[in-house]
């Protein structure tokens, strides 16, 4: 095992699953914490969104290796999650400007450092900052992936008109106990109120959703540490940069036939009209979850999930070997 690489059970412990490998990935004066959980044959590389960590997968690594019900007994797939550079136990590296497109070429170092290289074998999936990411990847190295699969993202980073400034207040309030700030962060990404307030049978230990979220954030805030201004700054300059072009798009929606854009409708960060714009331009499939927030991936766990589910089917399907 290479000296960057440690024992398994010394993952982050954020998922219910146990990750097959963890290690360390250097790139340049940084490295990339990550996890490769499962062992199946169908390989998915998850790309994490603005300001946090690996675990925000949770739910999606739960649907793929244990099954929404937690019954599933063996699975197809293996997932690959990362810590952005900064974020987590990821290191940040010399001060400057980050950029989407620098923040991809992190990604395709970290496929080639865990041997992910043969053509087609990857689907790759994307979430908000980690979508835009996954279209610079897209970008550089198509002939990768089996599919491509974006959650509430962009080709040019754009809020909703009436949030313009909603995400940088939200984060950089200050905030007197980790309480308000969990609070703060939940109300920034979730956004359907009857959901929060309802219970998960699944989770007979907490009495709403809300309180299993909270909980959630709180237990990933004790085990990483706290962002600095370097990566605040670092990310949010990437974000604001992020500009893939028309012609880009297509190029990309020539060499990977199978793209999905899911968005929500009532997403306070990233404007649904770029779900559209994204549709449009590649062209491929979109779908819209209404009255949702910015985190589907828990508003619309089920859903997400299915539509990613039917996204790896058809990329399978078409580069079988």
Request: hydrophobic share 35%; with cysteine; aromatic share 10%.
């Amino acid at each position: 095992m290479p000296a960057q690489e440690v024992a398994a059970d010394q993952g982050c412990g954020f998922f219910t699953t146990t990750p097959v490998k963890v290690g360390h990935c250097p790139i340049k004066d940084y490295s990339l914490n990550y996890e490769i959980h499962g062992t199946g044959p169908i390989k998915v590389m998850c790309v994490m969104g603005f300001m946090a960590s690996m675990a925000g997968w949770s739910e999606v690594l739960n649907y793929f290796l244990k099954g929404y019900d937690f019954k599933k007994e063996a699975s197809d797939f293996q997932f690959l999650v990362f810590d952005n550079r900064g974020i987590g136990h990821s290191t940040n590296g010399s001060f400057g400007f980050y950029s989407t497109s620098g923040m991809a070429l992190d990604a395709a170092k970290l496929l080639e450092h865990v041997g992910w290289t043969e053509e087609r074998s990857v689907h790759l999936c994307g979430i908000s900052m980690g979508g835009m990411i996954s279209l610079e990847l897209a970008s550089l190295i198509p002939t990768r992936f089996r599919s491509l699969n974006l959650l509430v993202t962009c080709a040019k980073h754009r809020p909703p008109p009436n949030h313009r400034f909603t995400s940088e207040k939200t984060i950089l309030k200050p905030t007197k106990t980790v309480d308000d700030k969990v609070a703060g962060l939940v109300s920034l990404v979730f956004s359907d109120q009857e959901w929060l307030d309802s219970a998960d049978e699944r989770y007979p230990e907490f009495k709403t959703n809300r309180e299993r979220i909270s909980a959630g954030l709180k237990n990933r805030m004790e085990k990483t540490k706290v962002p600095g201004l370097k990566t605040l700054f670092g990310q949010g300059m990437a974000v604001r940069r992020h500009n893939v072009s028309k012609e880009r798009l297509v190029a990309i929606g020539k060499e990977i036939p199978d793209i999905i854009a899911l968005s929500a409708t009532a997403d306070v960060m990233i404007d649904p009209e770029c779900t559209t714009y994204l549709g449009q331009t590649i062209p491929c499939k979109t779908v819209f979850f209404t009255s949702k927030g910015h985190n589907i991936i828990c508003e619309a766990e089920l859903e997400t999930c299915r539509e990613l589910e039917a996204n790896f089917a058809n990329g399978e399907k078409r580069w079988a070997k």
